[in-house]
């Protein structure tokens, strides 16, 4: 197999788990009006390096100990916080996969990104490197032991089948703009692979290439359906919306290209790798779209 198209248990479940799965939630948090030369104490007991600014809940800004001892040298303790403090702040959705949170520390280097909540901009967590991992561990924990017990039940079911030709069809119907809901039907068909006792690494690449497939009907349509059928040999996947379709397939496919709106990309989604990443998971890809009629995306993975 091309190594491109081998992908981990750990990357399957950064497409799974949330960032509010994962993420701290007993934040340490100052408030704007306090002078600098308090940021000391409270760094130095928490043993941090930086804390959000918040004003009634809504994280407002910034604040980390390169601001701190820049004040220091230059003689400005008694200034407040507000002052000093970064005001333009990455941040992260709690209802985002943590895939995003993984692409965005790649991208910034960050060492933390504060988490708020979609509807109203409140601070609800932090989240670092090492929150993802512990967060990743415990689920591969929790999946193991899950898994062990349903996989002993249906692994055998094509050779219990007594039939010349077998498919079993799986079918979610996907709520375009329902961001809340976006990727529960490739965790769902993830879960029905394993208990079937395909391959993992099979399972991983399913899984990934229908989160995309499902997040570009939530983003660009008003819904649609996904379509899993399973055969002995393979799993092929079908995706199709009624949406305004794809002008220029080929430009279409080209990494970081995206016609996603802003409001869409400020959510957090819309990255413009969603196709490419199908085709990098999946052995057979076609695509079909015709503008104002929709697309119809069709996946096909062997089971060799």
């Known amino acids: 197999m091309d190594k491109k198209k081998k992908f981990t248990k750990i990357q399957e479940l950064t497409y799974e788990l949330k960032i509010k799965d994962v993420m701290t939630k007993k ?19 928490k043993g941090i390096s930086g804390t959000p600014v918040v004003t009634k809940g809504e994280l407002v800004g910034l604040i980390s100990i390169e601001d701190f001892i820049k004040c220091l040298a230059q003689g400005e303790m008694n200034a407040l916080i507000e002052e000093k403090m970064a005001k333009k702040v990455e941040t992260l959705y709690a209802d985002e996969p943590v895939v995003h949170a993984v692409r965005k520390f790649d991208q910034y280097g960050f060492g933390r990104f504060p988490v708020i909540k979609r509807n109203n901009k409140k601070l609800v967590g932090i989240i670092t490197k090492g929150d993802i991992i512990k967060g990743l561990l415990k689920k591969l924990e929790i999946d193991y032991h899950e898994e062990e017990i349903h996989r002993y039940r249906a692994s055998h079911i094509f050779e219990d089948i007594i039939a010349d030709n ?6 979610y119907n996907v709520v375009g703009k329902d961001f809340n809901k976006a990727g529960e039907s490739a965790s769902g068909l993830k879960r029905t692979l394993y208990r079937l006792g395909i391959q993992p690494n099979i399972v991983r690449r399913a899984s ?3 989160y995309e497939a499902e997040m570009n009907i939530v983003v660009f349509t008003n819904g649609g359906k996904l379509t899993a059928s399973v055969q002995p040999h393979q799993i092929k996947i079908d995706a199709s919306d009624s949406g305004p379709g794809i002008p220029d397939i080929e430009q279409a496919m080209q990494p970081g290209f995206s016609t996603a709106p802003k409001w869409v990309r400020e959510l957090g989604f819309g990255a413009g790798m969603g196709l490419l990443n199908i085709k990098n998971c999946v052995d ?3 695509l079909d779209s015709k503008v104002g009629k929709g697309t119809h995306l069709e996946a096909v993975l062997y089971l060799n």
Do not use: D, G, N, W
Not at 166 to 171: A, I, N
């Open 208 to 210: 990934i290439a229908t």
């Open 284 to 286: 057979k890809m076609t």
């Open 27 to 45: 934040v340490v948090i100052v408030s704007p009006r306090k002078p600098i030369y308090e940021l000391r104490k409270i760094l130095y007991k």
């Open 166 to 171: 077998t498919t079993l069809t799986f079918q």
